[in-house]
């Protein structure tokens, strides 16, 4: 199927429904739905931002742009899963707790403003990797349009490309939590740590990275071509020293490298 098929079958999808609530981040996927909604010319759409501890500022204010840039409402709401245990004990689980909090409070959103669906941004790679998310949003109603229609991450990032947003090569941003061993409790401070130490490594122009937390020890992913940034020795020092202020004792750069979702090994 060609690009633009595969839009016109996202589309057709959408297209019947009367108005959604978008679970939206500012991520390639959930901005691809947000676009497309507006593109089968529903009469209400809302984007809705979930901010809390988990959420870089930096994702926040891109995920305003963003739905500035497509002239859609776009709502801020507060989250606060590190206030239940299930979800800051850190279980394999995890995830669930997060997504079933986010999406009741769409599921409320919806059913006080007159909204009859709720979307996310799933996609069809997502079934491929431990998706605990997708218990909670089978148990309030939330539909997956690039799921439905069979769209993966790279077919997802073509048509991005193909319709001009900004999100086609955006590196993938998932919640700060994720940077912690299953079991290894997640606290703001903790995420705190994670954030600074992320943000500290994109002045040396990292995009695909992550710092893992493992309590003392920091480990940095890197794509292997990236490692070279690391070779040099004003680098490292600032890195280390930089790392061990902020409450690390020990820093480790991965010789495996970058991969999205490593602690679900």
């Not at 009469?43 to 840039?69: C, D, H, M, W, Y």
């Amino acid at each position: 199927m060609t690009i633009n098929g595969k839009i016109e079958k996202l589309i057709d999808i959408i297209k019947p429904m009367d108005g959604a609530v978008i679970a939206f981040s500012g991520g390639a996927d959930s901005t691809l739905v947000l676009k497309a909604a507006s593109m089968a010319g529903l009469k209400r759409i809302l984007a809705v931002t979930a901010v809390s501890e988990s959420l870089p500022g930096e994702e926040l204010l891109f995920a305003k742009q963003v739905a500035v840039s497509l002239s859609v409402p776009h709502r801020i709401i507060e989250t606060k899963e590190l206030q239940d245990e299930n979800f800051a004990s850190n279980p394999p689980e995890r995830c669930y707790y997060c997504k079933k909090e986010l999406f009741c409070k769409l599921q409320k959103i919806a059913l006080e403003e007159g909204f009859s669906n709720i979307l996310d941004g799933t996609n069809a790679d997502d079934r491929q990797d431990h998706r605990p998310g997708r218990r909670a949003a089978a148990e309030t109603g939330v539909r997956s349009p690039l799921l439905e229609a069979g769209l993966t991450k790279k077919e997802i990032r073509d048509i991005s490309f193909e319709l001009g947003l900004a999100t086609w090569d955006k590196p993938a941003a998932p919640c700060l939590a994720s940077r912690f061993p299953y079991g290894h409790k997640i606290t703001a401070e903790n995420l705190r740590m994670v954030a600074q130490a992320e943000e500290f490594l994109r002045k040396f122009g990292l995009k695909e990275f992550r710092v893992r937390h493992h309590g003392d020890i920091v480990r940095i992913e890197v794509l292997p071509e990236d490692r070279a940034v690391f070779e040099n020795n004003e680098t490292r020092k600032q890195t280390v020293d930089f790392f061990k202020t902020i409450g690390f004792k020990y820093v480790a750069l991965d010789l495996q490298g970058f991969r999205s979702g490593s602690l679900n090994e």
